[in-house]
């Protein structure tokens, strides 16, 4: 297996639905939704809905994408459920209606919400379906409604009222929603919109909805009676630069034929398209971005000047410690690590005139400048103080001089050697 990242597939996260089944609890996610995230070139993993779990997110990094689908209601403590005005007795008649529902799931929540406000955090492309949708909404301080039909569709006109859900024709239930023009439902569909209508037939398995937008998204279809039935971020939507914000309340691959897999339009699928494609290039920036730089490699001109100055650095450090004369053959192989110093050093006064005439342009040339005034003022006193110095003195400072130049040729040389042993492992 390679370990190369910039072939391994992008991974977008997926919370479970927990069911029971057998009388034990059973945790799933559709399988059209896995079948094209990974269709269309990323692992979808999946965050099972376990206690304890939103606290262990950080185990499954790298998250290149979220996409949240399904679920029972959102706890209504997390937006406002005092603005509903339903009565105990209506609240009560909703649970029995919406039993599968209605049944507040706060760990799922909270993994939920977590993830959510982290792609908020850190731009990760999302994609809400239905309850993602919600959870989205919620998690940007929008509202819902706690159920369409009490608070919504008994205030609409007859002509205008809309079924959201259907359980006795649970996936072939549709309904009409008007795509706003200009945005990415318009360019999914356009093939299949009426220029005047601007109308698909959408899915509907909900009884909650958006009922308050948050402020940064814009809307991208209605349904008859008003209800938002997509939204997304303008300035989080841009997939081939890995941005992708948004949320669709009914669900485009489920938007199927009777007993086949063929889509009611061709459009259905381009919201896991996109948002595919914005997950593999948020991949491809999030490797450039933090991608460890590799050891440096001395190729063998290199290796070889490195050991003369490693040579000459050995020579003027036995010179100090034993104090003794050099022999003349040697003299030449210490002017590698003069040369060396000479290079490293300060720029000279030539470099400095040279580097005005360039406008100083260099990013810092400003800092050398100063540094280099300030190295002259620092010089000017050190004569005048070193000038009033006894012999002594004198003798002693250049024995603490002598010292730290071994030190630092020591410490040179032990430098140069951890790089040539990081370049060989």
Same mark, same amino acid.
């Given at each position: ?109 909270? &993994? /939920?919400?977590? %993830?959510? $406000?982290? #792609?908020? !955090?850190? =731009? ?23 159920? &369409? /039909?009490?608070? %919504?569709? $008994?205030? #609409?006109? !007859?002509? =205008? ?33 009426? !220029? ?230």
């Amino acid at each position: 297996m390679t370990s190369d990242l910039s072939v391994v597939l992008p991974r977008v996260l997926i919370v479970s639905r927990r069911s029971v089944r057998k009388n034990k609890f059973v945790d799933f996610v559709g399988e059209y939704h896995l079948d094209l995230v990974v269709g269309y070139g990323a692992v979808p993993v999946i965050v099972p809905r376990v206690s304890g779990v939103h606290m262990l997110l950080d185990s499954f990094e790298p998250i290149h994408g979220v996409l949240l689908c399904e679920g029972e209601d959102i706890d209504p403590s997390l937006y406002e459920p005092d603005a509903s005005g339903l009565s105990l007795e209506e609240l009560e008649e909703i649970r029995k209606l919406h039993a599968s529902d209605t049944a507040i799931d706060k760990e799922k929540d909270s &993994i /939920e919400m977590r %993830l959510a $406000k982290l #792609c908020l !955090e850190r =731009n990760i492309p999302y994609l809400g379906i239905c309850r993602g949708s919600q959870v989205l909404n919620v998690a940007c301080g929008g509202t819902l409604y706690q159920d &369409i /039909e009490k608070e %919504l569709t $008994k205030k #609409c006109p !007859e002509e =205008n009222r809309v079924a959201h859900i259907n359980y006795d024709d649970y996936d072939g239930h549709r309904h009409s929603a008007k795509v706003v023009e200009n945005t990415p439902l318009d360019q999914w569909f356009k093939d299949s919109l009426d !220029e005047e209508k601007m109308e698909i037939m959408v899915n509907s398995y909900h009884h909650q909805g958006v009922k308050r937008l948050a402020q940064r998204f814009v809307p991208m279809a209605f349904a008859p009676d008003g209800l938002i039935e997509g939204f997304y971020d303008p300035d989080a939507y841009n997939p081939e630069e890995g941005k992708f914000i948004m949320g669709l309340q009914f669900h485009p691959e489920r938007m199927r034929k009777s007993d086949s897999d063929e889509f009611d339009y061709p459009g259905c699928p381009s919201a896991y398209q996109e948002f595919v494609k914005a997950v593999r290039a948020y991949q491809k920036k999030l490797n450039s971005s933090t991608s460890v730089p590799r050891p440096v490699k001395l190729d063998q001109e290199m290796e070889k000047q490195r050991k003369i100055i490693v040579r000459s650095f050995s020579l003027a450090r036995n010179l100090y410690t034993k104090g003794q004369g050099l022999p003349s053959s040697k003299e030449s192989e210490l002017k590698a690590g003069a040369e060396f110093l000479e290079s490293n050093t300060a720029l000279s006064l030539q470099q400095e005139t040279r580097l005005k005439q360039m406008g100083a342009t260099v990013r810092n040339g400003g800092s050398y400048l100063e540094r280099l005034k300030l190295n002259e003022e620092r010089e000017k006193i050190a004569r005048l103080v070193i000038g009033k110095m006894s012999v002594e003195q004198l003798s002693d400072l250049m024995s603490f001089y002598r010292m730290m130049g071994q030190i630092c040729s020591e410490v040179m040389e032990r430098k140069l050697q951890d790089i040539v042993t990081e370049a060989a492992s």
